[in-house]
C-alpha cells in the first residue's frame, strides 16, 4: 500500500464519536503497516458502513455479514480488550 492511500484510510478512521475513532485508528496504526492488499481493501470496505452498524460489531452486539470483516473486528475488540 503507498502513502497517499494509507492517509487516506487513516481519514476515514475518523468517525462520529471518539471510541470509534480511537478503535478503528488504534487497529490501524498497529496493523497498517503490515496490511496486504486484500486486508486493506477488507478495512476500507468495513469502513464504508455507518458508524452504528461498527458500534454493534465492535461492542459485540452483532457480526459483521462478510468472514474477513469479522476477523478484523475480533482483533479490535481483543486489542481493546472488550473480548474475553
Known sequence: MNAAALKRIQ????RGTRELDALLSGWLEAHGASLD???FA???ALLDRQDPELWDWLMGHAAPPRADWRAI???IRQRAGLSP
Open 11 to 14: 481519514w476515514r478512521c475518523r
Open 37 to 39: 492488499a486484500s486486508e
Open 42 to 44: 477488507a478495512f476500507d
Open 73 to 75: 473486528v475480533t482483533e
